[in-house]
């Protein structure tokens, strides 16, 4: 029973960290058309900041924590905006073509490196700020319950917020169509750059709180992109109810295999779900099926 439990609240939490990425690849893919592979990389900057930025001794009820809270985000924000008007940029010149798969995996590489070059190769550790959530024979990490909590609450402030702000109604007028937002008088480039900005620092602020549950080193970026991904995919592209569900059911799946199976068959079981999603519901379970002009 206790293992059960185990996986249950490790796998939510982890699967709730992959919801956070896979809603921020959202985010930015509505508003651009551009699926940004650098947020894996992103997830990790966040975390090297909490690392070296946090006081020794800080904890929830120091204000140097929410300080620090405030400075990765903003740090995070900031780095994710420059790497998407570089991802832009070429977009603009070559009529919308692909080249931003070019130009996000170049970035993601380029951050890796850099965040390499910063800690060095070593695999870095962040205490445990949440305590532990008491079990009948053990106890679990407070922060997977806490990383469930910051999912729902980023996905209903973003409703609120694209439902209640000029801003957000101006990035649903790109998602439906970025021509006709234009020549509304959107400034495309402007609000796509907001939307780049907000998908790093919700990316920022999943590294934060998640940062004692995840590897924090410049090689790592990749896997959590490719998990979100897989989440966002099973959520339907766009859907970012979809990754809330998506997300928890995704982490527990993996969890379980990693506690019966071994943690080098998570890929594979990875890759076996996404494929099946492909082939039985390309739109993600949770999406639906487009309209095509012919």
Request: proline share 4%; hydrophobic share 55%.
């Amino acid at each position: 029973m206790n293992e059960i439990l185990v996986i249950l609240i490790r796998g939510a939490g982890v699967g709730s960290l992959y919801a956070l990425i896979a809603m921020s690849l959202n985010l930015a893919y509505n508003a651009t058309g551009v699926l940004n592979f650098a947020q894996g990389h992103l997830l990790v900057t966040a975390g090297v900041c909490t690392y070296l930025w946090m006081p020794d001794g800080a904890g929830t009820a120091s204000p140097m924590w929410y300080l620090t809270l405030v400075a990765v985000l903003v740090a995070t924000a900031v780095v994710g905006m420059i790497q998407g008007l570089i991802t832009l940029i070429p977009m603009r010149r070559d009529g919308g073509s692909h080249s931003w798969v070019a130009t996000t995996i170049a970035g993601s590489i380029v951050l890796g490196a850099l965040i390499t070059l910063w800690i060095g190769p070593q695999v870095v550790n962040v205490p445990n700020y949440f305590g532990f959530v008491p079990l009948p024979d053990g106890r679990v990490p407070g922060v997977y319950p806490m990383l469930v909590v910051l999912a729902l609450v980023v996905w209903a402030g973003l409703r609120w917020y694209q439902s209640s702000f000029l801003s957000g109604l101006a990035l649903n007028a790109l998602s439906q169509d970025v021509d006709a937002a234009r020549a509304a008088g959107v400034p495309a480039l402007k609000f796509q750059m907001l939307a780049f900005g907000l998908a790093a620092a919700i990316t920022a602020g999943a590294g934060f709180i998640g940062s004692s549950a995840i590897e924090i080193s410049g090689s790592r970026g990749t896997n959590y992109v490719i998990f979100g991904f897989i989440v966002a995919v099973i959520g339907g592209i766009g859907n970012n109810k979809g990754a809330l569900i998506a997300g928890p059911l995704f982490g527990v799946l993996m969890m379980y295999v990693s506690f019966e199976l071994g943690g080098g068959l998570q890929v594979v079981t990875a890759l076996a779900v996404i494929v099946a999603v492909l082939l039985l519901r390309p739109q993600g379970i949770f999406g639906r099926p487009h309209a095509r002009r012919v």
